[in-house]
């Protein structure tokens, strides 16, 4: 399972923010980001300097911004928790209107699941971020993440 979540401007993306000065580093402040997008404490999801996968810096106005990307296996049962708990986070309706299910299949017609998935609008680099993370956390092989990502730009 892998999850995303929509945007208060109806994109999807993954949870995470700015830091803030009491945050002692990057892993702190994405927990702190965490909890309050989805509203589970560090005994649910605890992100660690080894789920580090990448950085990505851009040059967007009005402020250059580094976003560093980070990916976690976590089981069935941790993403429910999850998704249970962020109906009740502090942001939830207002940064975040859900968290989302990302499809790990392609329907026979070769379109629907992830490649659909794939056409949605994302924020930044989001999108890029997922097939990353698909990649990295081998939740789909080689062959099926090419498959789908040409699928959608087909579709």
């Not at 892993?27 to 990448?54: H, M």
């Not at 986070?89 to 209107?97: C, F, N, P, S, T």
């Amino acid at each position: 399972m892998l999850g995303m979540q929509m945007r208060f401007d109806g994109k999807i993306g993954f949870p995470g923010g700015f830091m803030d000065p009491r945050d002692g580093s990057l892993e702190e402040g994405l927990n702190r980001e965490l909890c309050e997008e989805l509203g589970c404490d560090s005994k649910v999801v605890r992100i660690l300097e080894a789920d580090y996968a990448s950085s990505h810096a851009t040059e967007a106005l009005p402020q250059k911004v580094v976003a560093h990307f980070y990916t976690k296996r976590i089981s069935l049962e941790e993403l429910r928790k999850v998704e249970a708990c962020s109906m009740q986070a502090k942001d939830h309706g207002r940064e975040v209107l859900g968290v989302i299910r990302v499809p790990l299949y392609t329907l026979r017609d070769g379109f629907g699941g992830l490649p659909a998935f794939l056409t949605n609008t994302f924020i930044g680099n989001a999108k890029e971020q997922l097939v990353e993370a698909l990649r990295k956390l081998r939740l789909l092989n080689e062959a099926e993440l090419r498959a789908a990502v040409t699928a959608s730009r087909v579709g």
